[in-house]
Structure formats: structure tokens, C-alpha cells
């Protein structure tokens, strides 16, 4: 209801978190002068571009502005702090890695401490900021509910988790259609709305009551807007489909699908081509062009036969594709079958390594470079699987929307390796399912930093 007002508000606390940071660095920089060598000052420009881009990667992948958590102060202290704590450890990671000594320690230990404590009076900052809004009359909107029913109760929810400045007085209905307690009071009948709008200073009205259902309701619509006061209404979809939908426009006309696609946009699919194309290159040109080499010998050295296996797998739009990765098996007639599991004896001893350190994945970016992969998206089932798991989740052949990936949202969850019952398929498309419909390119960045971390730490469903 005010995306608009939340854009502006996520982009005030940005600066004003970067304004903090920055104008802390510039009163260490004065105070503590005569422990700093000014001979050193590329050193101390490099800190201070790297403490900013930090604090920046950082917030954006854990989404510490999002909309969904500015507007909870406790949730957005609460993740500030998780930043913070990360953003601390990788300036130590740069710091020791870099073999940064010109710095002074003073230096680094003042700034890092003094611009949590300017977060700190941020946060509090925000929270007078916050509670202005919500108690400021010229900001807030008056609204009434017009009908009490399920559709009227999920609106009232809505209004309750993301009404930054809307605040709901109270229902309008008829004594005879009220069977329970309400959180909010019923003002008056639907005959007294105007009046009671009007006595109340209401700025809109949501009618959960459709015209053909009350024919009166058209009346109300006009007399309205003739006291200023705004009259929306609210349909239930739910008389005619029993599942939520997403709404889009084209011109004038609504057009309702099961679900929102972002890749459906052709400006998304180009962006997230472009990082396919970008990092797929680099991996093959820096990586792959010696791992090839070097994992080919220790594989044909073990188990004689192809260096790289290659499986038909189903792709986007259900067209099936040919998936490589390193051998990690002895050759056998169950690989298009079978899943690998635990104690597998087809594994090789190599195999075993490289798949533990998803290394037998790699050979998988020549096809995210050719286009039948993506970095990020559902993990690409063999063809017999799709046939099988398709029958057990109703909408599974739903993730074949888009095109699948060598990680994805379910893998970081938790949902990779072997499948032994059906509920791990249902889990896991679950996962699938969430991701195509809230894709952003920085959940891509997310995904892709964790999906290291993960191999890095190990998984125990890996093998």
C-alpha cells in the first residue's frame, strides 16, 4: 500500500548508515593523527573503500533493508547486528590476509568500534522516526473495513504487518452477519457507513462487500467520493479459485495466474545471463583449464574409461539435455537409474572426494555457458526421476519453468543428495517452487556465497 514511501525510507537508512560510517572514519582519521603515517595513506583509502563496499555486499545479501524487516524494529536491530558481527570478521579476513601492517591497530579498533556504536544510535534514530509516523496525523490514513468475513480478516492482518502509515478503525456490518469476537470494533451497520466515516475523519474505505452482492454498495461508491473520501474494493477470489493468485495488468485489463514469475521479464533474464555468461567464462578460463588436466589423470589413473560423464537430465521447459560432470563411478549400467548413496560401491576413491567437494559439478559451467543451465535454479533431475517425482508432487514440472542450475535454493536449505522418501521430494520442490517466484539477482549473489561456504564447512548429505 505505500511502496513507494518504504523505497525512500530503505534508501534514507542506507545513507544514513553509510554517512555514519563514513563520517566516524573521517574523526578517526583527525583524532588519532599522530598514529597515522601520512606515507601510508593508499593503505588507509584502501580500509576505508573496503569497509564500504563490505558493509554494502553484506546488508544487501542478508537483506538488512528489505521492506519486511524495516518495518519490525526489533527484526531490523536484530539483523543489524548479524551485519555488523560479519562485517567485523571479514575486515579481520582482509586485514590478515592482505598482510596489512601500515594501519594503525588503534586506528582499525576505534572505527570498527564507534561505527557500531553509531548503529546503534541509528536504530534508535529510526525507531523516533518509526513511531513519528505512526503517531503523526498528517501521515497516517484512517481506513474502515466494509464487511466482516474471511477476506475482511486477512485484509485487517495485512493492514497489521505492513500498514507503516495506515491504521484501521474498526469493521462495518449488520448485527445478523456477525457470529464472533472481532479484534476490532463493528462501528455500525452498512447503511450508516457514510455517516460514520465521516464523523471519524476516515480518509478510505475497503469494501470486502462487492457491488453484486449489495447493490447499495454502488451507491456508497459515488456518495463517497463526493465527502473525499477514497472507496476500494476487495474481491474474494476465493468463489471462484481456492488458491492464491497473482495479478498483473495489461492496459486496463487484470490478468490472474497461479503465480508470479520474474524471470517471466525479459529484463531479468537478461541479467541473470550476464552473470551466467561472465562467471561460467571465468571458471572455465581460470579453473577448469587446469582441474580438467589434472583431475582427468587421477581419474583415468584409478578407473579406466571417459574422463567426464555425461547424463540426460531434464531442462527448462521440459526439454531434456546432456549434464556433464567428472566420473566418480566405475562404468555401470544402473547411472541413469540409480542415485548415488551412502557406501555406494560403484564410487571410486577420487569419485568419492570430488564429489564431496562438489568438484565433479564443475564441467557443469561449459553448460551453463551454452545456455542450458544457470548458476543458481533447480538442480536438474535425471529424465526417469522427472517421470517418477512428477507423479508424487502435483506441481512439480512447475520448476521446469525456468532453467536449472548447478546450486539452487533448495541446496542451501539442506535439500541435496540422495531422496528416500516423498516427502524430501516435496520439501525440496517447495524450496524450487519459492525461488522461481521470488527471484532477484542478489538472491542469486546469496545463494551462490552460501553454496561456497557450504562446500567449504562440508555437508553431510553429500556423498
Not at 8 to 15: F, G
Not at 122 to 128: K, Q, V
Not at 321 to 336: I, L
Amino acid at each position: 500500500m505505500n511502496r513507494q514511501f518504504e523505497r525512500y525510507l530503505q534508501m534514507a537508512l542506507v545513507v544514513l548508515d553509510l554517512v555514519v560510517l563514513n563520517l566516524l572514519y573521517l574523526l578517526c582519521r583527525f583524532v588519532l593523527t599522530k598514529h597515522i603515517d601520512s606515507h601510508n595513506m593508499n593503505a588507509y583509502i584502501l580500509y576505508w573503500t573496503i569497509s564500504n563496499a563490505l558493509w554494502l555486499l553484506l546488508s544487501f545479501l542478508l537483506r538488512t533493508y528489505a521492506d519486511k524487516v524495516i518495518l519490525s524494529f526489533e527484526t531490523f536491530t536484530k539483523r543489524t547486528v548479524q551485519v555488523y558481527l560479519l562485517w567485523i570478521i571479514f575486515i579481520m579476513f582482509y586485514l590478515f590476509f592482505s598482510r596489512e601492517l601500515k594501519i594503525s591497530r588503534l586506528f582499525i579498533v576505534a572505527t570498527i568500534g564507534i561505527f557500531g556504536l553509531g548503529l546503534l544510535i541509528n536504530r534508535f534514530i529510526y525507531l523516533g522516526i518509526h513511531k513519528y509516523f505512526r503517531n503523526s496525523g498528517y501521515f497516517i490514513k484512517k481506513v474502515i473495513i466494509l464487511g466482516y468475513n474471511d477476506t475482511a480478516k486477512k485484509l485487517a492482518k495485512y493492514f497489521e504487518e505492513d500498514g507503516l502509515n495506515t491504521q484501521l478503525i474498526g469493521y462495518i456490518e449488520n448485527e445478523e452477519n456477525i457470529q464472533e469476537l472481532s479484534h476490532y470494533p463493528v462501528l455500525a451497520g452498512i447503511r450508516d457507513t457514510l455517516q460514520v466515516a465521516k464523523e471519524l475523519n476516515i480518509q478510505e474505505i475497503f469494501s470486502t462487500i462487492t457491488p453484486e452482492q449489495n447493490k447499495d454498495i454502488y451507491n456508497l461508491m459515488y456518495e463517497s467520493e463526493k465527502e473525499c473520501i477514497r472507496f476500494k474494493i476487495v474481491p474474494n477470489l476465493s468463489v471462484f479459485i481456492s488458491r492464491e493468485v497473482h495479478i498483473e495488468y495489461f492496459g486496463e485489463l487484470p490478468i490472474l495466474s497461479l503465480r508470479s514469475e520474474p524471470l517471466d521479464d525479459v529484463g531479468n533474464r537478461i541479467k541473470k545471463r550476464s552473470m551466467d555468461i561472465i562467471i561460467s567464462f571465468l571458471v572455465i578460463i581460470f579453473i577448469l583449464s587446469w582441474l580438467i588436466p589434472l583431475l582427468g589423470l587421477l581419474i583415468f589413473l584409478e578407473s579406466r574409461g571417459p574422463v567426464f560423464f555425461k547424463q540426460l537430465r531434464t531442462g527448462k521447459d521440459k526439454k531434456p539435455f546432456y549434464c556433464w560432470k567428472f566420473r566418480s563411478m566405475k562404468s555401470n549400467k544402473e547411472a541413469d537409474v540409480k542415485q548415488a548413496t551412502q557406501s555406494d560401491n560403484r564410487l571410486t576413491k577420487i569419485g568419492k572426494f570430488i564429489r564431496k567437494t562438489s568438484l565433479d559439478e564443475f564441467p557443469q559451467f561449459f553448460n551453463v555457458f551454452s545456455g542450458e543451465m544457470s548458476l543458481v535454479g533447480p538442480r536438474p533431475h535425471m529424465v526417469k526421476h522427472t517421470s517418477d517425482y512428477s507423479k508424487v508432487v502435483d506441481d512439480y514440472m512447475v520448476r521446469q519453468f525456468i532453467k536449472p542450475g548447478i546450486t539452487g535454493w533448495a541446496q542451501i536449505n539442506g535439500y541435496r543428495g540422495e531422496i528416500t522418501n516423498p516427502e524430501q521430494i516435496k520439501m525440496r520442490i517447495n524450496k524450487d517452487l519459492w525461488y522461481l517466484e521470488n527471484w532477484t539477482l542478489w538472491l542469486d549473489i546469496q545463494i551462490l556465497f552460501l553454496t561456497v561456504y557450504y562446500v567449504l564447512k562440508g555437508d553431510k548429505n553429500v556423498y
